[in-house]
């Protein structure tokens, strides 16, 4: 097959990797300038570097020389998960990945509220990789067994913590009906602030939107890593059949 972007040949079902996936992945070596300017944001950035958000001072240390928490690249160079995508059009792809950065580790959320309202969306959608990748992220972030089971699941997680508790509502409605009730965005604007409010409906539209393309493009979890155990159909979790 013939790259569209760099015109190099590509294989149609790489060794490694999800094997039905519809985007081929690309070695490091077959990129053009522009793709190549996109892989390196994203090895190169706080991803590849597990660098910390400005969070808040109560947030988890991160640990020293950390390393990312899951998959950014195969053995042999070639970016996994929603990455691989932003290659085939770096110019959508490199201010892609720019606002998921920016979302990740430029916003005033804690790592908490942050994995919290990612974790929705990704059991909502039942987005595979979303949650295989931010399951890992969220352990670090603190998130313990019980709050990522409810999570998982499509339940409220028991959150001590009011900001948190207003994020994942927040989240929830958002993901559910595409809105935020009067009560709710007053409550959030309240707690959060306005900006934060502005970032979390950022957050959901981002992760909705990679979710579709990981979905359209037949990507799940890495080879060897086991799928997140959704609901039995009909559950609290949401849209069955969404990867």
Do not use: C
């Amino acid at each position: 097959m013939i790259d569209p972007v760099s015109g190099e040949h590509v294989n149609d079902r790489p060794a490694r990797g999800p094997s039905t996936t519809r985007l081929p992945l690309l070695l490091p070596g077959s990129l053009s300038d522009e793709q190549l300017a996109v892989y390196e944001a994203v090895t190169g950035g706080p991803r590849g570097t597990g660098g910390a958000s400005p969070a808040a001072e109560d947030d988890p240390p991160d640990p020293p020389a950390a390393e990312p928490v899951f998959g950014l690249a195969d053995a042999s160079g070639r970016l996994l998960g929603p990455f691989n995508a932003m290659l085939y059009s770096p110019s959508v792809g490199l201010p892609l990945q720019d606002l998921g950065a920016a979302l990740r580790f430029r916003t005033a959320f804690t790592k908490r509220e942050r994995e919290i309202a990612t974790l929705v969306v990704a059991a909502h959608l039942r987005s595979d990789f979303e949650w295989y990748a931010h399951e890992r992220i969220g352990r670090r972030a603190g998130l313990a067994d019980g709050e990522m089971d409810a999570l998982r699941e499509g339940r409220a997680p028991m959150l001590a913590d009011v900001r948190e508790r207003v994020v994942y509502e927040a989240t929830r409605q958002l993901v559910a009906e595409g809105d935020l009730g009067d009560a709710v965005f007053t409550e959030a604007a309240t707690s959060l602030g306005r900006a934060a409010v502005v970032e979390l409906v950022t957050l959901v539209g981002y992760y909705r939107a990679l979710a579709l393309q990981l979905r359209v493009f037949r990507v799940g979890v890495p080879d060897g890593e086991p799928a997140p155990e959704w609901p039995a159909a009909g559950g609290p979790s949401g849209e069955d059949g969404h990867e």
